[in-house]
Structure formats: C-alpha cells, structure tokens
C-alpha cells in the first residue's frame, strides 16, 4: 500500500472499499480494525461486511476467508486498537489527553474536548460494563477505551469487556455481509453497505439498549433468596 493510496483512502471512502475488495485478506482485516479501533477515525463498516461478503461469496482476493475468522480476526484488531487508547491515557494522563483532544493536531483527527467528556462521563456513570456497551455506540465505541484508561480500570476486565462488545459489533457487520452475500453482486455491494449504514448505527443502538435493560433488570430484580422473613 503506497503513501498516494492512504491519501487516498483518507478523502474517498469508495476508493478504498474497492481497493480493499480487491485486496482483502486477514491482515488488512486486523490491521484496518486496530485503527478503526484506536484515536485514528476509521470505519468498520468499509472493512468487516466486504470482508465477510467475499467470505460467503468465494470471490476476489478473500475467497479464502471463512466469515467467523474474519469476525474474530477483526474482534482481535478492535482490541488492539482499544489497548492503544487505554495505555495512552494511562500513561499520558488526563491533563495531557485534553490538552491533545483540544489542539490543532487532535481537531484534525476529528477529536474534541465535548467527545472525551461524553465518554468520561458515560464510563462514571456506567461503570465497568460501559467498556463493553461502549463498543456498540457511535462516537463512543472508539473513546470509552480513554477514560477507562485515566480510570485505571483493571487490564485483565478491560481486555474481557472489550474484546465482547467488539465481538457483538463485527458479528453484527459479519451478519450484514452475509446477507448481502445472498442478495447483492459485487458491483452493487458498496452502494449497499452505504445504504444499509444508518441502519447499523440504530441496531448498535437497539442492542446496547437491551444490554443495559438486562444489567438494571439482574440489578433490582427481588431477591430470591428472601425466605424466613419471620
């Protein structure tokens, strides 16, 4: 991949969802969700549903990919790229993290002082278990990795919480690639993904909705275990 290509891809989203058709493999795969998935904006939706697409179709360059790897491979990246914004917080700190988000070089990068607060404070309120919720919403599924950093969250909780929401999203896309797999041909299948985007933000929504229902409902559920009362 030349220097002209990422130029490239950076201003031509088209541009480099067919380059990556036609060169996909399971490192591109990881190496585009580790930078999907750390400080730098990257769409996942450009990488896992063609991915799978051509996974489920036996065409081009991923023919010979199977659709579960390429979910777990891409899982695998977003974790990566999540552990980069996680020890960049810790070890740079908060001070020096807002300082970033709010200078030229954080502003070109599409970052800013509102977007690092919202995904502070969505992590104080929720806890731990944002890490995972986190990972389904738009424009907080890339920062939650931050202020669980600043946090100090526990590694080993961090690393679990994300690698699940992570899984739950790319299975999403998989799933989405699949289906397109069955209805589309190649030439249509960016067009679709295109229109089909909307969508995925409202499912991402829909299934953190559900998971956070589920974490207040075993929260103050009664307790079953009230027997002699007397």
């Not at 909307?198 to 559900?210: D, P, R």
Request: aromatic share 16%; glycine share 6%.
């Amino acid at each position: 991949m030349t220097i002209d290509f990422i130029s490239l891809a950076i201003f031509d989203a088209s541009n480099f969802f067919q380059w990556f058709v036609e060169n996909a493999n399971y490192w591109f795969v990881f190496i585009f969700m580790v930078i999907e998935s750390s400080f730098i904006p990257f769409p996942s939706e450009v990488i896992v549903p063609p991915a799978a697409y051509l996974a489920c179709t036996n065409t081009g360059a991923g023919s010979d990919m199977n659709i579960f790897v390429v979910v777990l491979v891409a899982t695998l990246g977003a974790l990566v790229g999540a552990f980069i914004n996680y020890y960049l917080a810790l070890w740079i700190g908060r001070p020096v993290v807002y300082s970033f988000v709010e200078s030229r070089v954080g502003h070109a990068l599409m970052l800013n002082k509102a977007k690092v607060e919202k995904a502070e404070a969505y992590f104080d309120k929720h806890g731990a278990v944002s890490t995972f919720v986190g990972r389904l919403i738009p424009a907080i599924r890339q920062l939650i990795s931050i202020p669980a950093g600043i946090a100090r969250m526990n590694v080993a909780q961090f690393a679990i919480f994300t690698f699940l929401g992570a899984m739950v999203w790319n299975g999403v896309l998989g799933g989405l690639g699949y289906w397109l797999a069955q209805t589309v041909s190649p030439d249509q299948l960016f067009e679709k993904v295109e229109e089909y985007n909307s969508y995925l933000t409202w499912i991402g929504y829909g299934i953190a909705l559900v998971c956070v229902i589920f974490i207040l409902w075993n929260a103050f559920k009664p307790n079953k275990n009230k027997k002699e009362m007397a």
